[in-house]
């Protein structure tokens, strides 16, 4: 583990939060953390009643307890077994399942050992080392070095700045051609404005105003290199690029300086039991004349892609344009990068016709989905007499570049 820097009072306390005695503070946290439910106040008289914690380490344990709360909740991270995180660190983590799929991938191209530039809290150094690979992994803040080496102390940690030339000389001079360089770059910057609804720092979109820019990552004087990239990144020509999507969420946009897939764009689709991956390719697509029994709602990561023909051939279904992003056919998908909905009727004429027909079969609440129009779901509910509701699903979108509205059910797939 990095030694501490004496002039660092917060490197000294993430040291202690590393030591046996700062662990079992930091599972007193978050008993007292569960019992007084979530209240900074209560937890904080409640833990320093209990132990003999000075006021720094007692607040240092409850964060710790809250951030693995939240690690659990909305990242799907397996805290339990004593992760030590920090705010800024958790927002930019990989998802475990992701960066396993990323680890996967590593390990199947050849490689031996991964030099992680950007280590981070080491989610995903842990999914290289459970994949069998040996990884150097570089932090250059005191703090999250001290908790990468307690999260992964299988890894060999070095306390550096990886943009130093120097540095980066020594790393990369103990790889193998077949060995890979993985960096996520910084895109979020903890001084800048945050957003009112989540707290979390606004993201860079700009790829030169990463830590470090696109620029050196594209630069690195080695084979194999991969990268995490924002969702919205434009992979240049040369490497390949796969567009990860969890929950029906693009979380991240990876790309590889070397063939890992047998296409240079893909979409992969990751659910708690299996990983999809579709291809992109250079087939047209095939336009519907018309609206078949089913209308199949497209996983945004294989729109980012640019692989719906290719999903469309492979499921024997049809578009409904040259840039819409639903598919319909005869029957339901069986396929986690889909959402089937069963048309019962295209409604037709103006928005009060459309009303009273809704009325008249009796549909006074409904989901809205629009897309490939410009319309708002609230609105559109408003002109429709509708209250928000799971009974029905109201479709607006195009069929070969005329707007039409349908009414739907969604299709419960057999578990």
């Known amino acids: 583990m990095p030694a501490p820097d004496p002039v660092e009072p917060a490197a000294v306390l993430a040291h202690w939060l590393a030591s046996p005695a700062g662990q079992d503070a930091c599972v007193a946290a978050e008993r007292v953390w569960s019992d007084a439910a979530g209240d900074p106040l209560r937890a904080g008289s409640a833990l320093r009643a209990s132990t003999a914690l000075s006021p720094a380490e007692a607040a240092a344990a409850l964060e710790q307890a809250a951030l693995r709360q939240q690690a659990r909740e909305r990242h799907g991270i397996d805290a339990d077994t004593g992760l030590l995180l920090t705010r800024d ?17 590593v390990r199947a191209s050849g490689a031996a050992r991964v030099l992680d530039l950007t280590g981070g809290l080491g989610l995903d ?22 908790f990468l080496a307690h999260n992964c102390p299988a890894a060999q940690v070095v306390r550096a700045d990886a943009t130093d030339p120097a540095v980066l000389a020594g790393l990369l001079a103990d790889l193998g051609p077949a060995d890979v360089v993985f960096v996520d770059p910084a895109r979020r910057d903890p001084s800048a404005p945050r957003d009112l609804g989540t707290a979390r720092a606004r993201p860079e979109r700009d790829p030169e105003l990463w830590s470090p820019p696109w620029s050196w990552v594209a630069a690195l004087p080695h084979a194999r290199i991969a990268a995490k ?24 946009c990876a790309v590889y300086s070397w063939p890992v897939a047998d296409a240079d764009r893909s979409a992969v689709i990751v659910t708690d039991d299996r990983v999809a991956v579709i291809a992109a390719d250079a087939i047209p697509a095939a336009i519907a004349p018309a609206i078949g029994g089913w209308l199949h709602e497209v996983d945004p990561a294989v729109l980012r892609a640019g692989a719906l023909p290719a999903l469309a051939a492979a499921e024997g279904m049809q578009g409904l344009g040259p840039e819409s992003s639903w598919l319909t056919g005869e029957s339901p998908a069986d396929h986690p990068a889909l959402r089937s909905f069963r048309v019962v009727e295209r409604l037709q004429g103006s928005a009060r016709e459309q009303r009273a027909r809704l009325r008249a079969v ?35 979108t195009r069929l070969d570049g005329t707007a039409i509205t349908v009414l739907a059910e969604r299709y419960q797939a057999r578990s």
């Open 89 to 105: 660190g958790l927002e930019a983590a990989t998802r475990p399942r992701v960066a396993r799929h990323r680890a996967e991938l």
């Open 125 to 146: 150094t842990a999914a290289f080392l459970a994949a069998g690979l040996s990884v150097t992994a570089v932090e250059r803040d005191p703090v999250v070095a001290a």
């Open 229 to 252: 990239a924002a969702p919205a990144f434009a992979a240049p020509d040369g490497w390949q690029a796969q567009w990860v999507s969890v929950d029906r969420t693009v979380v991240e």
């Open 362 to 396: 009796g549909v006074s609440r409904a989901s809205i989905k629009c897309r490939d129009v410009r319309a708002q779901p609230g609105q559109v509910l408003r002109d429709l007499g509708l209250a928000e509701g799971p009974d029905a699903v109201v479709i607006l």
